[in-house]
Every structure is written in structure tokens, then in C-alpha cells.
């Protein structure tokens, strides 16, 4: 028997049902609210990442292959088929750390199914209202794939959580604003399958381009293409979830199938999401908190330290430990907030004060203590100052996470703080406030007018 037309598994049916519907079925008013923090977190880091190197490229690579009026690249007048704008879109959306991150499956979703659903929801004419549920579902659907892949292992087996939480988010988004029938969906998942790539190699990148390919700019490209081909009359394999050849006897380490739809359409993986406060990787959040606490709580300035110690989980310290990239090396950035006071977009990607006497010496002072009983985002932080006095604090949830949430005004405010060097700040409020009222958009391409740079 031909494997394509074998019956499809109750997981599949599920899940593809899911997909199929998902822009005609309202979310809760709670998970709508997050959904747009989201979107305007990522625009603001799409917009912010504008002016750094991957994303300059990615601009530049993409204007340089035409193709069709569908999709707007952001900041520009770049108009171009859906698939190269989720393509530079992702790549500003990953240009650096400033996009949102979902710890349970140790992925960055958002930076490429936020931009892939702007694209197609731009080349279907989708509404604002459906472009949020195609949002909220793709970080239903990409963490999902990963709880049932069991994301330590797949990491630790050197895959890229990232891009395979991405390309499986993206492609469920575009899917669904393409209105895909079921089995439609099942057929984008399957070539989703195909296309899932990413090793963990990218840690090796001196900057951050690769690194904002493999998180954001492939799985977005690639999701759209997954849809598009399915919608043009592509069709695959039924169910690639289950049978001979599966995607889990292929990639899985410890494989639970039955997670991919668990809790699906009551628990909103977009509330399990965290917004950053500070601009920077992940595992440095709250290490970042804690010294910025002991700095206030007790006046101590960088010309007062003896000595820094850093307990975290040993698998963050392997991804920021004395990286080369500004925005990721935990030793550089807390060396700069003690040394600055406060830490910004601009200091924390100055590649420039990597090379500082000042930081250097100070990161000296700085050791990371593996802690395997830690839990991930959770730092433990002592200082021994030169009179031999020893502060410590234990890092609570981070600012942004989903136990310690940003207010509308939180987001807002860093979203303004991003938007405003490149779009100005009249224009920056405007799009802020657009964002909020995006379910009156009867067509999501109105919003392009404000992702222009003068």
C-alpha cells in the first residue's frame, strides 16, 4: 500500500483540524492581549535589527532577487513574494537577542513565525484578527513539536531546538492564513518535515549572522514554501508523524508523539512565552537582574569589585560563556551594567567595548559555577567587593517571563525605546498604537504604511 494514502493518525487528525481552523476560532481575551505584545515586540526587534549586520544583509540579499509584489520587507520600500520577506523579516527579527523566547522548548519562536505569518497574511489579504490566531498558533503548534521531540536531548543530540520549533510554528501559521483544508495541512507539515534543519554548529558563528539564519530567517522562508506549494497543488504524505520513515524515527531522541496535541486549544503556549527586558541571550536575563539588584540594593560601583561569582544551569553557561558576540557573552555584558550603571540596545551590541581595557579587566573578575541542580533563568549572583564584604542574590523570575509578565506599558516602552532611532518618534507611536488596535484591520497589508523608515 501506498504510504500516502494510509489512514491518518488520531495525533494528525487532531492537530491538522487544528490548523485548518485556527483563524476561524476566537482565543481567549488574555491569550489576543499577549498575542499582540508579541507582534509588536517582534516589529520592534525587526525594526531595531535593521541597523545591525544580519539584518542588513538579509535586506540586501533579498533585494537582489526581485520577485513579486506580496509581502513588504520592513523599513523599506522592498516589496517581494512572501517567502524572501519572511526571509529578511526573520533575519531582523533575529539580527540580535532583543526577540522573545519560550524556555520550556528552548526556542525562539516568534522571530520566525511572526514574521512568516506577516507575510502570508500580506499576500492572502488575511485581516488583523486572523494574522493574531495564526500567531498564537504557531507557538502552540512549533512548541509542541519540540515537548514531543524532548528538547534537552534533541539539543544535546546537536540539533538546533530553534529553527525546528520555528519551521513547524511557521508553517501552522501560514498554513492556516492560506486556508488550508486539513489535509492540506497535514501535506505543509510534512514538508515542513523535509525542510527542518539546523545544528547547533551556529555556536561557532564569530557574529550573529548565521545565527539569525538558523533561528529565524530559514524556518520562516522555509515555512512559507511549505504552505505555498500545498495551496499551489503540491501533495505529500498524509501523516509524517507516524509510520515507516516517520519524523520521529527520524529525529526523535526520546519521542512522545502524544505531546503534540496535548492541552492543544487550552493551554496557549503564547502565555508560556517570555518578553525580554534586557536586550541580550536568554541565560543572561537573570544574571543581569540579580547584579542590577545588588548594584542598587548596595551602592556598588565596578571599582569596587574583588570578585564575581555566577551560579547557573551548566547548559545556559555553554551558550553565553565568554562568547564573541557582544549581546551573548555573559562576563562582557555584566561587566558593561557595572561598569555603565545601566545597559542599553547600543552598549550591549557595541562590538566596539569588546576591545575595552576597562571590560577587560573587569570580566576578569567574573567565574561561571556550573550548578546542575539550578534551574535554567534562575542565576545565582556573589559579589566580594575589595573590603571583603560578600553580597549575594538569588535571581527571582525574570522581568517579561511568564511568572513575573511586562505590563502593556512595559512592552510598549521598550517597543518605543527600539522603534524610535529608526522610524522617529511620532511614527514610532503610531505603530505602537496600531499594533493594539490590529483586530479593526480588515486587511493586514494597512499596516505597511508604518513599517516604512523615512
Keep these: 500500500m501506498n504510504p500516502q494514502h494510509t489512514q491518518i493518525s488520531p495525533i494528525m487528525a487532531t492537530l491538522s483540524g487544528y490548523i485548518a481552523s485556527a483563524v476561524g476560532r476566537p482565543l481567549p481575551p488574555n491569550v489576543v492581549e499577549k498575542t499582540k505584545a508579541h507582534l509588536l515586540d517582534t516589529i520592534a526587534a525587526c525594526v531595531s535589527g535593521s541597523r545591525l549586520e544580519p539584518g542588513q544583509r538579509g535586506i540586501k540579499y533579498i533585494r537582489s532577487k526581485g520577485g513579486a509584489s506580496e509581502a513588504q520587507v520592513i523599513t523599506t520600500d522592498l516589496r517581494t513574494t512572501a517567502s524572501n520577506a519572511a526571509f529578511a523579516n526573520a533575519m ?6 532583543t526577540d522573545d523566547s519560550h524556555k520550556k522548548s528552548r526556542s525562539h519562536i516568534g522571530c520566525s513565525a511572526i514574521p512568516a505569518a506577516l507575510a502570508m497574511g500580506e499576500r492572502e489579504g488575511g485581516s488583523g484578527e486572523a494574522v493574531i490566531r495564526a500567531i498564537a498558533l504557531a507557538y502552540d503548534v512549533g512548541s509542541r513539536v519540540l515537548f514531543a521531540l524532548s528538547p534537552l536531548k534533541f539539543h544535546q543530540a546537536g540539533h538546533c531546538t530553534h529553527s525546528f520549533a520555528g519551521v513547524f510554528g511557521a508553517t501552522a501559521a501560514a498554513s492556516a492564513l492560506a486556508g488550508l483544508s486539513p489535509e492540506q495541512a497535514g501535506w505543509a507539515l510534512s514538508y515542513a518535515a523535509q525542510q527542518a534543519a539546523g ?3 551556529w555556536r561557532r558563528a564569530v557574529d550573529h549572522v548565521e545565527k539569525a539564519f538558523v533561528f529565524a530567517g530559514m524556518p520562516a522562508r522555509n515555512a512559507i514554501e511549505a504552505a505555498a506549494m500545498v495551496a499551489a497543488g503540491f501533495t505529500g504524505v498524509n501523516d509524517v508523524f507516524t509510520g515507516a520513515q516517520n519524523f520521529f524515527i527520524t529525529f526523535g531522541q526520546s519521542p512522545n508523539p502524544a505531546l503534540l496535541v496535548d492541552g492543544l486549544g487550552e493551554r496557549y503556549e503564547i502565555l508560556e512565552t517570555t518578553i525580554k527586558k534586557w536586550t541580550v ?3 543572561v536575563q537573570s544574571v543581569l537582574d540579580a547584579v542590577s539588584v545588588l548594584m542598587k540594593k548596595n551602592g556598588i560601583g565596578y571599582r569596587d569589585i574583588a570578585e564575581i561569582a555566577v551560579g547557573m544551569a551548566p547548559v545556559e553557561i555553554d551558550t553565553v560563556d565568554n562568547r564573541a558576540m ?7 555584558l555584566v561587566a558593561l551594567l557595572l561598569i555603565d550603571g545601566d545597559l542599553t540596545f547600543d552598549t550591549s551590541h557595541d562590538a566596539e567595548r569588546m576591545h575595552d581595557p576597562i571590560v577587560a579587566t573587569v570580566k576578569q573578575k567574573i567565574t561561571l559555577v556550573p550548578d546542575p ?15 571583603n564584604q560578600s553580597f549575594l542574590h538569588q535571581a527571582g523570575p525574570v522581568h517579561g517571563s511568564p511568572e513575573n509578565p511586562m505590563t502593556r506599558e512595559d512592552v510598549d516602552r521598550k517597543a518605543f525605546d527600539l522603534l524610535t532611532p529608526v522610524l522617529g518618534k511620532a511614527s514610532a507611536q503610531e505603530l505602537i498604537d496600531t499594533v493594539w488596535q490590529i483586530g479593526s484591520l480588515n486587511d493586514i497589508r494597512g499596516l505597511r504604511k508604518y513599517l516604512r523608515s523615512p
Excluded: F, Y
Excluded at 326 to 332: A, M, R, T
Excluded at 375 to 385: C, D, G, K, L, S
Design 281 to 283: 541571550g536568554s541565560p
Design 92 to 97: 531582523l527579527a533575529h539580527a540580535d537577542e
Design 326 to 332: 557582544p549581546d551573548i557573552s555573559i562576563q562582557h
Design 199 to 201: 545544528i547547533t554548529s
Design 373 to 387: 541542580l539550578r534551574e535554567p533563568r534562575r542565576a545565582h549572583v556573589t559579589i566580594v567587593t575589595n573590603g
